[in-house]
């Protein structure tokens, strides 16, 4: 059997040289990223600056504009990584509950936990730059705001098995979704909004909410 020639020297350095190019363009990236996620969450949205990140991974500015754009491609970075986290924390508490009802009940309490312990990451994707939530990334169907279709989905699920009454289920998961926004846009505001208020109101507001929405009954 013919055995294959080997590639050239000058190839497998050249290919070598290229693959190692790549690998640091990939972890300055994510330096970026990392720098900027953790100057986000001390600066917030109007401190914030690529400079800033600049002289933390120890580059000039111009240097990260050759990753991106400006500040606003940055943050959608930094946005998506939140959806990410979001995603994983409201299918989690999703998953654990069969029942459509007290599902949706653990996905309004995963909803303001998230933001109670995220508030700087709430407050870039729900409110400073809202528009994220109906971004895409090159090359995907679906924006980000997809992420709570798991609240309209349980709503279904709710009709069907005839535990909610019969509607349309994007206006109820709406309903639910305007509810969570208030209460958490409220925690995190620098109003006197404590956890205890904020958990109060929740109960009482997702309690009379799920009431409304159950099926007529005599």
């Not at 998961?173 to 925690?187: F, M, Q, S, T, Y």
Request: hydrophobic share 40%.
């Amino acid at each position: 059997m013919p055995r294959t020639p080997r590639e050239p020297r000058e190839t497998r350095l050249r290919q070598g040289s290229r693959q190692r190019r790549e690998h640091e363009k990939q972890e300055l990236r994510q330096a970026i990223r990392d720098a900027a996620a953790t100057l986000f969450e001390t600066h917030g949205y109007e401190g914030f600056s690529l400079r800033q990140v600049a002289e933390e991974v120890g580059y000039t500015p111009t240097t990260i504009y050759l990753y991106f754009a400006d500040k606003d491609a940055l943050l959608f970075e930094i946005a998506d990584e939140g959806f990410v986290r979001f995603g994983e924390q409201i299918h989690t508490a999703a998953a654990a509950v069969s029942n459509p009802v007290e599902r949706l009940w653990a996905i309004g309490h995963a909803y303001l936990a998230f933001a109670e312990q995220n508030p700087v990451y709430y407050q870039l994707m729900f409110m400073q730059r809202s528009d994220f939530l109906l971004a895409k990334r090159e090359g995907e169907r679906r924006p980000r705001i997809d992420v709570l279709g798991i609240v309209r989905e349980t709503v279904q699920a709710g009709m069907d098995d005839g535990l909610i009454r019969p509607g349309d289920a994007a206006t109820f998961a709406d309903g639910l979704w305007a509810v969570c926004h208030g209460i958490a846009a409220l925690r995190i505001s620098k109003l006197p909004f404590t956890a205890e208020r904020a958990s109060a109101a929740a109960d009482m507001t997702l309690g009379a909410m799920l009431a409304g929405m159950r099926p007529a009954t005599g």
